[in-house]
């Protein structure tokens, strides 16, 4: 249950046995979440954090004209709030975007385990940054890349995203979030957004059928949007557990790819 945040929290910080057991001792509290249902709504004051143990997530925000705004999709492992106990109410809601296990976590129980720990202490702190981090590249994503590279460009976040805390298998992941969904993350109209999946399953990019994404070159697609991992900051030392990717090489690349023929989309009006 607790594996996720702990696969997270190592991308950044490296735990020993006994900061595990202290992480899984303040997820007992699980509880279920319906899917399209808010875990925490736009004002509200939460008393516990909330943990996403199973599912997906949305944190969105809801404009005086009813059109909706997401600002990050969130998977296992992640934090909804942990901002929410310092500040009086949210100024945004997250919503399950399928059936989740959140577990309620009490705000003086992260207090005790950081007090204890300063490798929990960074850790969550660098995870954190590491978020708006991500939230940076959302705005360079819906402000100056070209439609086609920024819906590419968030696939690939996702993947290494799933990929990091073990959701994926190498090339393929459930990919539970609808075209409306992708329109909403990026600014983009649901119907553009359908022509930039056709252009990049054109390309042979990507393919999806029932929710699934597969990407039959990582490395081809990064490559056709300029990702670049760097933004996630992963730990870089000798103990950095060896089935993640590797910071210094493209996920999914091999060594021997061939590096010509890339795939480049031309320019052209959002």
Known sequence: MHSYVIRKLETVERLSDLEKDM????????KVVPRRQDIISDGDSPEHLHLLVDGWATRYKILKDGARRITAFMMPG???????????AMDHGIMAITDCKVAYVANE???????SSATLA???WR????????????????GRRVAVEAIAHLLCELHLRAQLVGLESRD???????QEDLADATGLTTVHVNRMLQE????????MDRGQLFIPHVAALRRACNFEDDYFHLKMSDEYPTDRPRHSRLAGERPDADSSGEIRFSPGRR
Do not use: M, Y
Request: hydrophobic share 45%; with cysteine.
């Open 127 to 142: 995870a954190t940054l590491v978020d708006e981090a991500v939230l940076r590249q959302w705005l360079v994503n819906s």
């Open 200 to 207: 990049l399953r054109k390309q042979g990019l990507i393919e």
């Open 23 to 30: 992480v899984a001792s303040v997820c007992r509290d699980v």
């Open 109 to 115: 129980d992260i207090d005790r385990i950081t007090r």
């Open 122 to 124: 960074r850790a969550f």
């Open 78 to 88: 992640d934090f909804c709030d942990l901002h929410a106990t310092i500040l009086c």
């Open 172 to 178: 393929r992941f459930n990919l539970p979030l609808t």
